[in-house]
């Protein structure tokens, strides 16, 4: 158990050690390389230059140099990431075999190994971080320690403030001071819905309860989303600092963290957090020396994304079936085992020790009238720079997506952006310049959602988007109330028969009063959320609906049911390489004279077209 | 369920005991026999055998004291949880929106077509088996599938052949 004043003499050794991380005019002869370590870094063997790094420096027996496994930079396109500091030296997409060379010329002759740089989209080399277009207009207030200390390490979360803003709330202020200030922040719930987070601590102070329970919504079943994963990765201390003090607020003594088991080195560095705050007191009976008792304990989900629910959430940390139940009661009343329950998302929680420190001024200085603070977006799909942003509310889609995104590859045409996942909607080009924050992108038919942002190129056929995510609705609807069960189900079939060629005149009118219903009557939020997909892309691209149904085309052509493979005659010029590519021999043809394509046995796989050196097929 | 009953069938003259089932029983004690604790009973089960046995089940159903039914209603109700064995080398391609949106219904067809199985099959000499998934949250690397614990990322319909070449 450590003391206060124990802490602070931790927080002073370690921050003269790491200080060099933050300080560009360092001039003393340490370096720090700090080396990505999370999810999609590590799936591109980051792991291995971790260690080639640290067999290196042993074997060479170099001293001053440190090498450090930290959480998401951001820019998972260009992993793995590789950062040397003070000189903040960005080195993009190296593998094992490049670190001898990193070390023979930057680490130990201070020379800069320009191929290794990471380069913008304009094929400009960019020779330190902070001179990205990418990180420019970003804003860190949730990711302020990721990528800059060692997740698994808590000394370097406490030698950045760590641990402070508890210290804070303990030794002098109430929990109604606490609720209050979280109130005036006007921090809204992060997990999509944008519930004023204050409230819902104040109603769970309220509540009367011999036992309440605080819990945090790590359940990211958004595919296409993992920012909630990356502050598990990168930050862990943070969600366990704020569940503590929400704890404290609400009068808790029990905490439970609810991960999906597909995280390993999220669930991993999140125990290993967990253990560390037990060892130095942070957790336990009788923190900072006050009368202050509280635990976390971690419970695994297993791939249910109806699991984000709240009340289904709540089932299946008690080791159910996790189907929601009705509210109210709501869990702040009535929640986990019975009793009074804080719940909130990862996100939401890591905005509140800076909130405590800085305080509700200088949070609500950031982001719009409505909507406070800072947003992190998972950005995916047709663009150029895949990863993980954080914004202050009310940037438009157009800064996010080309400022920071970097725009569309392969010179293709922007056509939808995705928010929400399966419980949103898709945003067309003329909304480019809508700002972000929850009232905002209801009003376009949208949602803020947990921060997935899907970018979708001129190929993408909007129809067929609208079904993925009804198969996934219908996948993970939970079976409890019928309108989820069975509506979705039916919107489904339609959608099926419509990217089939197959679809009937009467067949949007049907989407559309099923999707009323299934929205108006189904028990929990994802039956309520489920037809959102289809009514945007009805809302925005009708047109393509009404090709499908009435020409059984598809504008897009990604429909493949209603294309056909055609060879050009013109430029066709008889090689021959196409039918000997084919898989089913549809293509015949006499060599040097134009072939042609049996449509009743062709499968429209695309393999000639892609085989093709004259570009002479095309689906049309 | 041909395995009901079934005792440990290897034939490396442990004489039918099985560690696994005592590792099993252990975690249980570990859990302090916590009916609340049954997802992560059952997430380890997975881990250590690689899918639920109807043993595993009957061991759980008697330590923790919830009935068979219960039990086997949780396990169906999640995706991670399997009742079949899974092939030596299993195969998840992800499904996530990132990852469709660039394709990975390519990859999925093609590992269909070159394995002889759909999702959720396994190869009839227990090598491959193959299943969709959700989001594994490397999108910087989208279109990706998982063989085992490695992940394959940027991947298109031509380069599936030679990795599972690989692993033949």
């Known amino acids: ?620 | 369920m041909s395995e009901n009953n079934e005792k440990c069938q290897c034939q490396c003259g442990c004489g039918g005991k099985d560690e696994r089932e005592e590792k099993l029983v252990q975690i249980i004690k570990d859990c302090n026999y916590d009916k609340s604790q049954l997802m992560h009973i059952l997430n380890e089960t997975q881990n250590i055998f690689g899918y639920i046995p109807m043993r595993a089940q009957k061991i759980i159903s008697e330590e923790l004291g919830i009935p068979m039914a219960e039990i086997y209603g949780v396990i169906t109700f999640y995706s991670r949880f399997s009742l079949e064995p899974k092939g030596k080398y299993n195969i998840a391609v992800c499904l996530g929106t990132a990852c469709y949106v660039k394709g990975s219904q390519g990859i999925l067809d093609k590992l269909k077509e070159i394995l002889g199985i759909d999702v959720g099959g396994i190869t009839p000499d227990g090598k491959f088996s193959l299943e969709a998934t959700r989001c594994i949250g490397a999108c910087g690397l989208a279109p990706v599938m998982t063989i085992n614990e490695e992940v394959y990322g940027k991947l298109d319909p031509s380069m599936i052949k030679d990795i599972l070449e690989k692993y033949q």
Request: aromatic share 6%; proline share 5%.
């Open chain 1, 1 to 620: 158990m450590k003391t206060i004043n124990e802490i602070n003499e931790i927080r002073e050794k370690t921050l003269s050690e790491i200080s060099l991380r933050k300080d560009i005019n360092y001039k003393g002869n340490e370096k720090h390389i700090l080396v990505c370590g999370g999810t999609g870094c590590t799936s591109s063997h980051s792991d291995k230059i971790i260690s080639k790094m640290n067999a290196i420096i042993e074997e060479k027996n170099i001293e001053n140099v440190r090498v450090i496994r930290t959480g998401c930079f951001g820019l998972c396109a260009k992993g793995p990431i590789i950062i040397i500091r003070p000189e903040d030296t960005f080195y993009a997409m190296a593998q094992e075999e490049d670190v001898e060379e990193i070390f023979e010329k930057h680490i130990l002759n201070g020379e800069i190994v320009e191929r290794l740089l990471c380069k913008d989209i304009d094929g400009n080399t960019v020779k330190r971080l902070d001179e990205l277009n990418f990180y420019k207009k970003q804003k860190r207030v949730v990711l302020k320690n990721c990528g800059m200390i060692d997740p698994e390490n808590i000394d370097e979360y406490i030698a950045f403030d760590g641990y402070k803003a508890l210290e804070k709330v303990l030794t002098s202020m109430t929990p109604d001071d606490v609720v209050n200030e979280v109130k005036a922040s006007g921090l809204r719930g992060r997990g999509g819905a944008g519930f004023p987070t204050g409230l819902k601590w104040e109603f769970t102070k309220k509540a009367v309860g011999d036992q309440k329970y605080v819990a945090c919504n790590a359940d990211e079943g958004d595919p296409g989303a993992f920012m909630d994963r990356s502050v598990l990765e990168g930050d862990p201390h943070a969600l366990v600092e704020a569940m503590a003090i929400a704890a404290y607020a609400v009068g808790a003594t029990k905490g439970y963290v609810y991960v999906r088991a597909e995280y390993p080195i999220a669930v991993r560095r999140l125990q290993r957090a967990i253990d560390q705050a037990r060892e130095y007191g942070l957790l336990g009976k009788g923190i900072f020396g006050t009368e202050f008792e509280f635990d976390l304990e971690i419970r695994l989900g297993a791939g249910a994304f109806v699991c984000g629910e709240e009340t289904a959430l709540m089932e299946s940390v008690e080791g159910h079936r996790g189907e929601p139940r009705p509210r109210p009661p709501f869990p702040a009343n009535k929640g986990l085992f019975g009793k009074p329950t804080l719940l909130n998302n990862v996100e939401t929680y890591a905005n509140i020790t800076q909130i405590i420190l800085n305080g509700a001024e200088w949070f609500g200085s950031i982001g719009t009238e409505k909507s406070k603070g800072t947003k992190v977006f998972a950005v995916g799909g047709n663009i150029n720079n895949v990863g993980l942003v954080e914004v202050p509310m009310g940037t438009t889609l157009r800064e996010i997506i080309f400022d920071i995104g970097g725009g569309i590859p392969g010179g293709r045409e922007f056509k939808a952006a995705q928010t929400g996942g399966p419980s949103g909607g898709c945003i067309p080009a003329e909304h480019l310049d809508t700002p972000i924050d929850y009232e905002s992108l209801s009003a376009i038919g949208s949602m803020m959602g947990s921060g997935g942002l899907i970018v979708m190129d001129d190929t993408k056929c909007m129809v067929n988007i609208a079904k993925f995510f009804l198969d996934f609705t219908v996948d993970e609807s939970c079976g409890k109330c019928p309108p989820c069960r069975i509506g979705t189900k039916r919107m489904n079939e339609i959608l099926d028969r419509l990217t089939n060629g197959q679809g009937k005149e009467g067949d949007i009118e049907k989407l559309e009063e099923l999707a009323k219903n299934i929205k108006r009557s189904s028990l929990c939020g994802l039956g309520q959320t489920a037809p959102n997909p289809v009514l945007s892309t009805l809302k925005y691209f009708r047109d393509e609906y009404e090709a499908h149904i009435k020409e059984k085309r598809c504008p897009s052509g990604e429909c493949k049911a209603m294309t056909t493979v055609t060879i050009d005659k013109d430029k066709c010029k008889g090689c021959s390489l196409c039918a000997k590519n084919c898989p089913v021999n549809a293509i015949s043809g006499e060599l040097k004279s134009p072939f042609s394509i049996d449509p009743d046995k062709c499968i429209k796989c695309g393999v000639c077209i892609a085989k093709c050196p004259f570009k002479a097929i095309s689906r049309k």
